[in-house]
């Protein structure tokens, strides 16, 4: 981190400044130039905060240079990060497909759907029980009901589960749930996030709506600094002007998140688009751009779909998507 100091700046008044930085842990070098004086603060500066130090009278401009992430960054932690879900591994190479329904909407329903997606070769199943829905007049999910459906599928076909979390106090109803799902609109819900952070269980934090690739990675963060550092990130497509697909699929956010962390990075391509026809060709491109996974949603019958039958995809198309999947993944190796 870089301070240039006021031409005004008193010696005494520069030495308070070095010594706040010295007591926050960093050490701080001097630079003396024939008009500027400049501090460089060196070592682990993420827990400075900026705008403490640009409010500071002698302070004329700060500018950071290392990313306010440590425990996400790729420059402490080199090596890709595996997390364990289940049985099922996410990051070691070979890309894991998550699939099932938007949300959980019968028994026969989710142990259908889980039996035919694991046939097809899915190993995760995906469903929500807790649906965040833009109008309260929506289906909202079968709440409890659909947690204990879940775990029923998961018995059934050995699946590892992974479900969305909307509040904190749903925690308890969570202990047999592989990976909890924080979805989009809670990305930045801080207190939720710091919650997650005392659990032991891996974490798939999708991208905001409007966040960009530094809020999601600062709320990884929030995640790993109480403690869980299995985070999952999830790119699913941001809001822009165009309105052809529901949202935009931001694929040069897989190999821009993979250099900037060491987090497993998947796909989320059926929010993303919001149309069945174009999940299968979203899919390919976020593999060959590297994603280490998808989750796709599948319904037997999407047309009668309580949620998102629109952008999801038959088992029939989803076991045909899943064999392209694999000559895409072949073919980069
Ligand atoms: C979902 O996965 O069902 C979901 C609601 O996703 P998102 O939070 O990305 O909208
Ligand atoms: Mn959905």
Known sequence: MIIKLKNSTTESQKQQLVNWAENQGVSVCTVIGNVDTLLGFIGDTSHIDIEQLEAMEIVDAVKRIQAPYKKANRSFHPEDTVITVGDVQIG??????????????SEEQICNIAKEVKKAGAQILRGGAFKPRTSPYAFQGLRKDGITLLLEAKKETGLPIVTEIMDISQLSLFDDIDMIQVGARNMQNFELLKELGKINKPILLKRGLSSTLEELLMSAEYIMSGGNEQVILCERGIRTFERATRNTLDLSAVPVLKSLSHLPVIVDPS??????????????????AGADGLIIEVHNNPEMALCDGQQSLTPAAFAELKQSLDKVAAALC
């Open 271 to 288: 929010h993303a688009t919001g149309k069945a026809n174009l999940v299968a060709p979203m899919s390919r491109a976020a593999i060959a």
């Open 92 to 105: 070691s190479g070979k890309p894991v497909i998550i699939a099932g329904p938007c949300s959980v909407e």
